[in-house]
């Protein structure tokens, strides 16, 4: 399997693609101030404790008050090979007003706030150390026998003190035992300058934050697996080069610079791609098509067989549809980042062998994901429910907000989004061989996007030399603009014109 990996920022955004033989796998976009929540550790203090929940409430210094369970004796860990601490331990007894550092474990969602736990765990390319923690556990992925038990001998010497454990990543097999030693006494030091760190803090400090997106995604992929590393920005190309050439696994020749005059990513068509991972149908080659509905509780799925007709008999034409189906399903949940219950409704078969097919082929492919995935048999409905674990956001979040109109029942675009194809646009208006762009834009927008210097970095890099002028209009919608390109030395321009800064 080719696969080709795409990192960008502009917006005040960083945005990772994974395209897997010419089909997007993964699409993230993260704010850079912001960054990702989850692995981030605070110091936080209990703001009101639930007997009846055995849960307790934390402020953390975030938008909302954080959850802890006060029965967690550990990390769930379940997608690991290891023996478990003994579960018998004491329930933390939590009261109002206490202070401890917790780690977020899963993002706010709607009215909920961030989840936490008090086991912290610091993750490298080949460990996860748990400083915390009596575990030793080693990734299901690696099923040479005499190899698991090498790694798993070596991360139990590296253990110096008692309820403290490690993780034997996917990678580590692609290490040598002086370079997991190095990784261990690492992951260590920044362990011991935390507790450093939160002796001094206050409530709500950010005690330790993960790396950012085009590191993780960097972090927590194969070096020999990557065919290509497409980076469309120059101080993200240059941090990029020193990761890479600290890793030693991926050669410095599959890090390109794209220099095009156009968007990177849309030049290699991903952004369409990751606008149809938030709508919610997705057509099959076959012309058959997937519906997904996102409610509170689960996603569901239901498949269509549309225009394809089959040729030989109707259970035949259902059996090829859901077959395809289940494949789409497995790329489509680790695109959108679908977490949660999952409950596919596929179309009914009668024959139990195609029952089963199907679902053995769902199997397969979900066993690709990064995400633990448990899927249950097929009913007699044929519906098959599948749980997975969300790991971040949902490309939703990032590419649509809800519609302000019609109480949460609907969306419109988020900034972001008219921001990037507003950018696109002027790119491409460039490229032609313009050297001024007239933008006629929603006034609102057009306020965010000089008072927030959305622009900035182009503004002071590849747009130096060009001329940008932006007219506001209170009755234009949100994502509606215009892009005009001109050439004169003067340009005759209404009063409410706007210069990019």
Not at 237 to 242: A, D, H, S
Request: with cysteine; glycine share 8%.
């Amino acid at each position: 399997m080719k696969k080709e990996l795409f990192f960008d920022r502009y917006c005040g955004q960083q945005f990772a693609a994974l395209v897997e033989d010419g089909k997007l796998a993964e699409f993230s976009a993260e704010n850079e101030r912001r960054g990702e929540m989850v692995g981030n550790i605070y110091k936080g203090r209990v703001t009101n404790v639930l007997a009846g929940m055995n849960a307790a409430f934390l402020s953390c210094g975030l938008a909302r008050n954080c959850y802890l369970s006060m029965e967690e004796t550990y990390t769930d860990y379940t997608k690991y090979d290891g023996t478990l601490v003994e579960t018998n331990a004491k329930p933390l007894g939590l009261k109002e007003g206490d202070e401890l550092i917790v780690q977020v474990t899963k993002t706010s969602r709607g009215n909920k706030g961030a989840k936490v736990t008090t086991h912290l765990s610091f993750v490298g390319k080949c460990l996860i150390y748990l400083p915390q923690t009596d575990f030793l556990g080693i990734s299901r992925k690696i099923t040479d026998e005499e190899e698991r038990g090498k790694l798993l001998k070596i991360a139990d010497k590296m253990r110096t003190r008692q309820n403290e454990g490690f993780i034997v990543r996917t990678q580590a097999p692609f290490a040598t035992q002086k370079q997991l030693k190095a990784e261990a006494a690492y992951l260590k030091k920044l362990y011991a300058h935390m507790c450093e760190t939160a002796k001094e803090a206050s409530v709500g400090a950010l005690l330790y934050e993960d790396e950012d997106l085009p590191t993780r995604m960097l972090r927590d992929s194969f070096g020999e697996d990557i065919a290509a590393i497409h980076v469309g920005d120059d101080e993200l190309f240059k941090r990029l080069q020193k990761l890479v050439a600290l890793r030693k696994d991926i050669s410095e020749r599959k890090l390109v610079k794209y220099t095009g005059a156009r968007s990177m990513m849309n030049e290699y068509g991903i952004i369409p791609l990751a606008y149809d991972a938030v709508r919610p149908t997705a057509a099959l080659e076959s012309g058959g098509y997937l519906v997904f509905d996102h409610t509170e509780a689960m996603t569901v799925v239901d498949v269509n067989s549309g225009s394809y007709i089959g040729g030989t008999s109707l259970e035949e034409t259902v059996f090829a549809v859901n077959l395809e189906a289940a494949r789409e399903i497995a790329r489509q949940v680790r695109l959108r980042n679908v977490g949660g219950i999952v409950v596919v409704d596929f179309i009914d078969m009668a024959d139990e062998a195609h029952k089963a097919a199907v679902t053995e082929e769902l199997k397969r492919c979900l066993a690709r994901d990064k995400a633990k995935c448990n899927v249950l048999p097929m009913s007699e409905f044929c519906l098959v429910q599948f749980t997975r674990k969300r790991v971040g956001s949902e490309a939703l979040s990032f590419l649509v907000k809800p519609c302000p109109h019609c109480e949460g029942n609907g969306h419109v675009h988020e900034d972001i989004f008219v921001f990037t194809h507003l950018r696109d646009a002027l790119l491409d208006c460039f490229a032609e061989g313009h050297t001024s762009a007239i933008v006629d834009l929603n006034e609102g927008i057009m306020r965010k996007i000089l008072s927030e210097g959305v622009f900035s970095i182009e503004a002071r890099s590849r747009w130096k030399d060009k001329r940008v002028y932006f007219i506001g209009h209170k009755t234009y919608k949100e994502e509606y603009f215009t892009v005009r390109g001109e050439n004169a030395d003067i340009l005759q321009l209404p009063d409410k014109a706007q210069i990019l800064y």
